[in-house]
């Protein structure tokens, strides 16, 4: 196991709702990056959130929106649910390494399920 | 636009058999390419290549970069039914954010 929990593990929404769904890090682990994959898909970039701040965007609308907490936990929101939008939803947290010049390893959690009906 | 792409889409075998992943890509800026198995849900980190030609070896697991041609193996050797898994590529682009690019994984069933 990594360390990376999310919350909560299924979720079932209808179209036009809004959900909240919720990472914490793995200890140690500033930046968080959040995933969207379809069934049969690879996951999918949605943004990344580093030490509070958005730190990059996948090709994903506005209704996605996210925040990263002082402690580096992190939120993803969805707003106007649509079908479409079912999907496996995957927070990853690494360490951020382009400061240094390195490259970190993204850590996955365990993933929250979302039905949208 | 990067892309990864993975083959093949799906590979039945039988125990003790061994395989050979495939992964090619295009990316601007290359950073580095990982390796995840996913079971169920969390995508486990398998392997990260920074490197042309350099083995990476976790037991009965290896892989290798090639940089030139634009493309990655992962290998399993003997393989066992607790191999079953999909198997996921992503690249890392240099600039900017951290974020990886997928290919849509190989289904990997190895049968007793």
């Known amino acids: 196991e990594t360390g990376v929990t999310q919350s909560p593990t299924h979720l079932i929404k209808t179209r036009g709702q809004q959900v909240t769904l919720r990472c914490s890090s793995q200890?140690?682990?500033?930046?968080v990056s959040w995933y969207q994959q379809a069934l049969g898909q690879g996951p999918q970039f949605i943004f990344q959130?580093?030490?509070?701040?958005?730190?990059g965007r996948g090709n994903f609308p506005p209704r996605f929106s996210g925040l990263q907490f002082p402690n580096y936990s992190s939120e993803l929101n969805v707003n106007a649910l649509e079908l479409d939008d079912s999907a496996l939803y995957l927070c990853a947290s690494s360490p951020y390494g382009l400061a240094g010049g390195g490259t970190d390893t993204q850590y996955f959690g365990p993933g929250t399920r979302l039905t949208v009906l | 636009e990067d892309k990864v792409v993975q083959s093949p889409l799906s590979l039945v075998v039988h125990e003790g058999d061994t395989v050979t992943l495939n992964c090619s890509y295009e990316?601007?800026?290359?950073?580095?390419l990982l390796w995840y198995k996913q079971e169920k849900k969390a995508p486990t980190f398998l392997f990260m290549l920074t490197s042309s030609g350099i083995e990476k070896k976790s037991g009965r697991l290896s892989s290798i970069l090639d940089k030139k041609e634009l493309f990655s193996i992962l290998n399993i050797t003997a393989t066992q039914t607790g191999d079953s898994a999909v198997y996921l590529c992503a690249v890392e682009a240099q600039g900017g954010s951290e974020k990886l690019v997928f290919g849509k994984g190989t289904k990997l069933t190895v049968n007793p």
């Open positions: 200890s140690g682990h500033n930046t």
């Open positions: 959130y580093y030490r509070e701040e958005e730190n």
């Open positions: 990316v601007t800026n290359f950073r580095s």
